[in-house]
């Protein structure tokens, strides 16, 4: 079983649709929780940052961490096609750790 | 800045070549990162550096070797290149943590290169 299971899609969802990203995770130590967006032939790039449970809002994108379940989630609100990417999530343990373990990636399309 | 940059872009190597795929920051990190990324298996850690001179493995560190002999690069060789290793690299780079407050969120946050890709024949 992989650390951190992801669905990888693809999704796809018209424009101004709410969009929901989850990822579960099987190791308790995590408690650095990110999310990346990756466009075509480009690296990853952050996208939203939390540490341990709770939610964390920011603009159109709000990120979830249900500690006690091992599951956190990506909400995007009125999805646009710019949005088009693979998203990633990622996690990592406390204070001293160094290694991120990502999750697959789930392709998302938002249709114009 | 020019933030994260890897050279070369693209390669195509044969089966039992060597070659050294270089990662260069410009923003004093202290940590650096060698990732691949394969269809269906996401990035894959595989090896990191906390530190100059430091080098450690990761994930699937097998069939390669790295050195961070300065800060700001970090160096990723293949010694034999196998048609395993055809996927695309991606380099990453972060600041040291212990930060308070909204620092911390720079802290932990990776700044990934262009990726290489490469393909073995």
């Known amino acids: 079983q992989k650390e951190v299971e992801q669905d990888p899609g693809p999704l796809s969802v018209p424009e101004g649709a709410i969009v929901s990203l989850n990822c579960t995770y099987s190791n308790s130590a995590f408690q650095y929780f990110m999310w990346y967006r990756q466009y075509s032939r480009k690296g990853p790039e952050l996208l939203m940052y939390?540490?341990?449970?709770g939610n964390k809002e920011d603009g159109r994108f709000t990120a979830q961490v249900d500690k006690s379940s091992k599951y956190i989630s990506l909400f995007i609100r009125d999805s646009q096609p710019s949005d088009s990417a693979t998203y990633l999530c990622a996690m990592r343990g406390g204070s001293g750790t160094y290694k991120y373990i990502f999750g697959t990636g789930t392709r998302l399309k938002v249709l114009a | 800045n020019a933030g994260v940059t890897q050279t070369p872009k693209f390669r195509v190597l044969k089966t039992g070549q060597s070659m050294t795929l270089l990662c260069a920051q410009d923003m004093n990190h202290e940590y650096m990162y060698w990732y691949r990324q394969d269809p269906g298996m996401g990035l894959r850690l595989i090896h990191y550096s906390v530190g100059e001179g430091t080098t450690a493995k990761g994930e699937v560190p097998d069939g390669y070797n790295v050195s961070r002999l300065k800060k700001q690069n970090f160096l990723l060789g293949l010694e034999s290149a196998a048609p395993s290793q055809t996927s695309v690299y991606f380099c990453?780079?972060?600041?040291?943590?212990?930060?308070?407050?909204?620092?911390?969120?720079?802290?932990?946050?990776?700044?990934f290169g262009p990726g290489t890709r490469l393909t073995v024949l």
């Open positions: 939390t540490y341990s449970s």
């Open positions: 990453a780079s972060r600041k040291t943590a212990g930060l308070a407050g909204g620092a911390k969120l720079l802290a932990d946050t990776q700044y």
